[in-house]
């Protein structure tokens, strides 16, 4: 693991934040706040309730427009995402609270993640056969393999709206995956879930990493989690960076201790 | 017993993902269909077809055509009157200005120009939604419903201010006007039904019905996906007020034969959208319930106190019939309030493993 972190922190720079600053109205989100995510690593980001976390995800794939601050995203400078770029250009993301299409089913949910890779037109669609059918076909053997992959065969046709939160999550996850992202944002994929889950997911996870290749960037409440699956951490506290370093290292950081556990005297 | 699909298997995804993935679905599919092109018009009269078969299917065309828009993206509206009318009004201009053009062609042209004003009412929907929505489309229905009152050109300067339909053939059959029969007018709505309900079918169960679903459920994470919200609701705008504008032309062509401009009256609209809510949000089966529901119950119940050799006034049968009919949507939705197509999917589930509880 440690070579491999070694590796990774040497590698090229797939995402790049720089000074960063969100307000709304008098609140300040988040403050100056510089990072990078290397190709191919888990980041983690963590911090105590309200430090910014979540609108650090939200500044990544366009929800919210920082107001100063730039984004540096494949080479390409951005003052602002917007989130169809964001999806354009291979960045797909989870909710901390599942935001998944209710009333559709799993294979639905992750069909309709491969939205922008179908580009049949309205002819084809209203026959649903030659050409339209084809690509159904071809993109539902895609949405199958990631329904084998996270083993959510058996919900297959399950409104997600019916399924219990954990599995709920895991079909986040694979709608995610439908859209073969090159940068996955994790929004708490923990929460809620009972320690067996929990396992599930981060076997999902280091497993999307190792064989996809793919990027993540985590947000995760539970340390133990963190501390195991992150090649790097950034720690937040309202809404500024306090520490960016290895795991190993972050644990030790006196401010990191400081904003979690308070300070004595 | 004999809904079971036990032994059907799908060794392949072109099977697996028809509409109709059950074999007793498609025999039942193609047995409804073929009593409603034959057994109907056979065994039916010509007050069983006007009163009730063909404009039973008018309403469910434009019922399905606001599902689309309702049930299907989320977008609530009440100008489905005002749609329809653009429908009607644009297939009668169009067939007095080129009356060698078959009929049938103006019908389905009428509902590309409500498609375009359809889509042009939908602009707002960007940014608001639900009620509020609600309200804007009704500023469509009034606006339309002024137009063709207050512009002679729409219905030809005609001193009564209606539109007369004309008398139109199909190869040498007249489908229009005072002298076809309602056989021909039935054959001709069932067509155009059949054919509209077959490609909305098609779209909900493809890409871009998956897309408006997605806007429905979760507008943010659809356009995460990078689902572009804006094109996606104008086009479910466009194809909603497409279908409503061919049902709008069907109604005063293949129904009515005349029509003032109050046909296409806020009532209309609430009765379609009545039809959308309690057949079923979401899907095409419960447009067809619904209409079933409210324009054919009634038309059933009103013949009940005759049948039955009762002698009561009309006014106290049309009383009686309002209070039924209300009482029994009341019913259905506490029963089901995802509306009656949930119901049916509901009896078939239960069909499948009786005499089993699960």
Redesign the interface.
């Known amino acids: 693991m440690t070579d491999a972190s070694v590796n990774v922190a040497a590698g090229e720079t797939l995402l790049a934040v720089d000074g960063i600053s969100l307000r709304f109205g008098g609140v300040t989100a988040l403050n100056d706040v510089s990072f990078d995510i290397k190709r191919g690593e888990i980041r983690a980001i963590i911090g105590p309730n309200g430090a910014g976390k979540t609108s650090m995800l939200n500044v990544i794939n366009g929800f919210y427009h920082p107001q100063r601050g730039a984004i540096r995203f494949r080479g390409q400078n951005l003052t602002r995402m917007n989130p169809g770029f964001a999806a354009r250009n291979g960045i797909a993301r989870t909710f901390q609270n599942v935001a998944l299409f209710r009333g559709m089913t799993t294979l639905d949910n992750l069909m309709t993640g491969r939205a922008l890779k179908m580009n049949r037109g309205l002819f084809w669609q209203l026959l649903r056969h030659g050409p339209a059918m084809d690509e159904e076909i071809e993109h539902r053997r895609v949405v199958e393999d990631i329904i084998d992959f996270l083993e959510i065969e058996a919900i297959r046709r399950v409104p997600v709206g019916r399924l219990p939160y954990g599995l709920q999550k895991r079909v986040e996850l694979g709608r995610a995956l439908a859209m073969e992202p090159e940068l996955l944002l994790l929004d708490e994929p923990m929460t809620g879930m009972n320690l067996e889950e929990k396992e599930d997911m981060c076997r999902f996870i280091l497993e999307v990493n190792g064989q996809f290749g793919t990027t993540i960037a985590l947000i995760e409440h539970d340390m133990g989690v963190v501390m195991d699956l992150s090649n790097r951490v950034v720690v937040l506290d309202y809404g500024r960076k306090i520490a960016d370093d290895v795991p190993a290292a972050v644990k030790q950081d006196a401010a990191v201790i400081a904003a979690y556990l308070g300070v004595a005297g | 017993m004999l809904y079971r699909e036990v032994g059907q298997y799908h060794t392949n995804?072109?099977a697996d993902?028809r509409i109709f993935p059950i074999l007793q679905d498609r025999i039942g599919i193609l047995v409804i269909l073929a009593i409603a092109f034959l057994g109907v018009p056979l065994i039916g009269g010509s007050f069983f077809l006007d009163v009730v078969a063909t404009p039973f299917l008018i309403y469910a065309l434009a019922a399905i055509g606001l599902n689309l828009l309702t049930g299907y993206t989320g977008l609530l509206s009440l100008g489905t009157g005002g749609f329809m009318g653009i429908g009607a009004y644009t297939c009668y201009k169009l067939t007095t200005w080129f009356p060698g053009v078959d009929i049938v062609v103006w019908i389905l042209a009428g509902g590309l120009a409500a498609a375009a004003v359809g889509a042009l009412f939908g602009l707002p929907s960007l940014r608001i939604k639900g009620f509020y929505l609600l309200v804007a489309t009704l500023a469509a229905q009034f606006f339309l419903q002024w137009a063709f009152e207050r512009i002679p050109w729409l219905y030809n300067n005609n001193i009564s201010g209606t539109i007369e339909v004309p008398t139109r053939t199909l190869f040498g059959l007249p489908i229009t006007g005072a002298t076809a029969t309602p056989v021909t007018r039935y054959e001709v709505a069932l067509c155009i039904v059949v054919a509209l309900t077959w490609?909305a079918s098609?779209?909900v169960?493809?890409?871009?019905g998956?897309?408006w679903?997605?806007v429905?459920?979760?507008d943010?994470?659809?356009?995460?996906?990078?689902?572009?919200l804006l094109p996606t609701k104008l086009?479910s705008f466009a194809i909603s007020s497409y279908l409503c504008g061919v049902a709008g032309a069907m109604l005063v062509f293949l129904w009515y034969g005349s029509a003032e401009p109050t046909v296409f009256s806020i009532d209309l609209s609430f009765t379609i959208l009545f039809m959308v809510i309690i057949g079923g949000l979401?899907s095409l089966l419960g447009a067809f319930l619904g209409a079933a529901l409210i324009h054919v119950l009634p038309i059933v119940l009103r013949g009940v106190p005759p049948a039955l050799g009762l002698n009561i006034a009309s006014s106290t049968v049309e009383h009686l019939n309002l209070m039924i009919v209300g009482a029994l949507i009341i019913l259905f939705l506490v029963a089901e309030p995802f509306g009656l197509a949930r119901l049916w999917q509901t009896g078939k589930q239960k069909l499948r493993v009786w005499p089993f509880p699960y």
Do not use: P, Q, W
């Open positions: 995804y072109r993902m490609l098609n779209l169960h493809g890409r871009i998956r897309s679903m997605a429905r459920d979760m943010i994470a659809a356009e995460l996906i990078g689902i572009k086009l979401g």
